[in-house]
Every structure is written in C-alpha cells, then in structure tokens.
C-alpha cells in the first residue's frame, strides 16, 4: 500500500452547502485540519483550498475543491499532477447513501456508485485511489437522493456522523505511513 499523500473532502462551495449531507468530506478534512492546527488556504492554481500537513514525520496535503461536486477531479489533478502524487497516493472522502449515519468505511479502488464527485475524480484520475466512505443513510427511494443530499441532515444523525469522521480521522497517520491494513482494522472493528 502507497502512503497517502493527498487526503481529498468532497464537498460544493459556498455557505448554502456547508451543512449539507454532501459536504461530509469537507467536514472530515476540516477536522484533520483542526486536529493538526493548521488553515485551508485559497489556492485558485488548484481551484480549491489546500493546507500542508507537516507533524511527527508526517507530511501531506489537505484539499476542500472548490469546483463543485461534479468537477471534483479538475481541482484533485491540478494538485496530483503539480506535487506529482501518484493515484494510488490519494484519499478521497466522501458521503456514503449505502451506509448509515456513524459508519466509516476505508475501501481500495472501485466504482463511482452513481456519486457525481467519484464519477469526476476516475475520469481526471482513473479509479486506483483511496476512498473513505462516510455514511449519510439514504432517503429511501432514488428519486428523493439530489435533494436528501443536498439538505442539511438531523442534528443526532449530524453528531453520528461527526463521530464517524473523528473515528477516521485517528488512522489518518497508519495511512500516511501505508499502513492501510492496520487503519482498516481499527476503523472498521470500531463501526
């Protein structure tokens, strides 16, 4: 397993989506963020916002795109492509419908499931990357998922999830130091 070099939160711009469902991969690296002191910082060369990792011989990027959910990938490559972070070296954080609210799940590679972040990022960067999946629960028909994703979810359903994304955010050194193995274990034996 490659070390993490990129970890990626989906999530839309902007102050009408903060709260939103979909946003839980900004809420995920906001998190990091804070547990590591260190600021998002605009940076229109990757069309969203990065901050650098540096700590206990840890040493990785953060990246909340700015391009929408549907252009994720644009953003993901500009930073890959300018660092020279293989695919394999990257973590995607995502809303997951097929988990329900507290569950983190780490999976390899894969398909996009119909998520419209995942479906960018495998056509910028091919599918070889890493995902954490971060369970939303689902509305329970299809029809209604664009706009259950796209509200603001209940406020215990919010706190579960918020401790799902704590929970994650505690293997984030096994992944930087390729230990992927050893996060799954301790994430999933958790959830």
């Known amino acids: 397993m490659s070390q993490i070099k990129l970890i990626v939160g989906l999530g839309n711009p902007g102050d009408k989506y903060d709260l939103t469902r979909h946003n839980a991969g900004f809420w995920f690296v906001d998190e990091v963020a804070r547990q590591y002191g260190v600021v998002f910082r605009p940076e229109t060369k990757f069309l969203g916002e990065a901050a650098r990792v540096q700590s206990n011989g840890l040493d990785f990027w953060l990246l909340k795109p700015a391009t929408f959910m549907n252009r994720s990938g644009q953003s993901i490559s500009a930073l890959a492509k300018f660092y020279k972070i ?71 359903d919010r706190q579960l999830i918020d401790d799902a994304s704590y929970a994650a955010s505690k293997v984030v050194p096994e992944l930087v130091n390729g230990q992927l193995e050893k996060a799954m274990m301790t994430l999933h034996t958790k959830s």
């Open 86 to 156: 293989p695919v394999e070296s990257i973590l995607v954080v995502h809303d997951e419908l097929d988990l329900p609210p507290g569950t983190a799940k780490l999976k390899k590679a894969g398909g996009h499931g119909g998520h419209n972040g995942l479906r960018d990022t495998i056509a910028a960067m091919g599918k070889e990357f890493l995902r954490l999946r971060l369970g939303i629960g689902h509305p329970g028909h299809r029809d209604q998922v664009v706009d259950y994703v796209l509200k603001a979810p209940s406020k215990s």
